[in-house]
C-alpha cells in the first residue's frame, strides 16, 4: 500500500504528466463553465421569451378594449345619441332595433393569470369586470332587439300593445342606456390603466397609441 502511494506521488510530480494533469484540469474546469453559461443564457432567453409573450397577451386586451370603445362610441353616435333625452315611455318605442354588429375580440383570461404575480395583481379583476361589463351590454341591445319586434308585430297585426311588453321594452331600454354608459366609463379607465402596466412591465415594448377621450366627451 505505501509503495502504491509512493509511485502516485511520483507520477504526480513527474514533469512530464503534470502538464498533462493541468491541462485536463482546466479542460474539465473550461467545460463546465462553457455549460454553466451556456444554462444561464438559455435560462435567460427562455425568461425573454415568457415575458415577451406575457407582454403580447396583455397587449392584445388593450386592443380588445380599444375596440370595444370604438363600438360602444358608434353604438351611441348612431342610435342612442338621438333619443337620449326623450321620455322613457317614448324612446322605447322610437328608438328602433339596431344589428349586432358590436362583435369584438376576446379576452383570453387564461394569457393574463400572469398579471396576478406582478405588482399589480388587481388588475386581471379589473380587465375581467369591464369585459363582462361590455358583454352585458351587448346581451341587453340583443334581447332588447328581440322585444322591440315583437313589439312591432304586435302593432301591425292587432294595433295593440299588452301592458307586459310594453313595460319589458321600456325597461331594457333603460336598462341598455345604463349599461352603455356604465360599460363607456370603465372601458375608458381601463384603456390607461392597462397602457401603463404595459410600460412599467415591459420598458421596450411599445403599447397601443390610443388615447380614449375624456368621459362626458364619448357620452
Known amino acids: 500500500m505505501n509503495e502504491f502511494i509512493v509511485n502516485a506521488y511520483k507520477l504526480c510530480v513527474d514533469s512530464t504528466v503534470l502538464p498533462i494533469l493541468l491541462d485536463l484540469t482546466k479542460m474539465a474546469f473550461a467545460t463546465f463553465v462553457g455549460a454553466f453559461f451556456a444554462f444561464q443564457i438559455d435560462k435567460s432567453h427562455r425568461r425573454y421569451l415568457e415575458k415577451l409573450q406575457n407582454f ?4 392584445n386586451s ?5 375596440s370595444q370603445y370604438q363600438a360602444l362610441f358608434a353604438m351611441n353616435r348612431q342610435h342612442l345619441l338621438d333619443k337620449k333625452k326623450e321620455k322613457e315611455e317614448l324612446r ?3 328608438l328602433k332595433p339596431f344589428s ?5 375580440s376576446e379576452i383570453d383570461i387564461n394569457s393574463l393569470l400572469f398579471i396576478l404575480d406582478s ?13 363582462q361589463k361590455f358583454q352585458s351590454t351587448i346581451g341587453v341591445l340583443s334581447e332588447r332587439n328581440k322585444v322591440h319586434l315583437k313589439f312591432q308585430e304586435l302593432v301591425a297585426t292587432t294595433g295593440n300593445v299588452d301592458p307586459s311588453t310594453k313595460e319589458i321594452l321600456i325597461s331594457l331600454t333603460n336598462s341598455l342606456y345604463e349599461s352603455f354608459e ?4 370603465t372601458n ?3 384603456v390607461p390603466k392597462i397602457s401603463t402596466f404595459l410600460k412599467n412591465y415591459y420598458k421596450k415594448g411599445k403599447p397601443l397609441g390610443f388615447e380614449p377621450p375624456k ?5
Open 56 to 59: 403580447r397577451s396583455a397587449k
Open 62 to 66: 388593450l386592443f380588445v378594449f380599444v
Open 92 to 94: 322605447a318605442f322610437t
Open 100 to 104: 349586432n354588429f358590436f362583435k369584438t
Open 119 to 131: 405588482g399589480s395583481p388587481n388588475l386581471l379583476n379589473e380587465i375581467v369586470i369591464a369585459n
Open 182 to 185: 356604465d360599460s363607456m366609463e
Open 188 to 190: 375608458i379607465e381601463m
Open 215 to 219: 368621459l362626458e366627451e364619448a357620452l
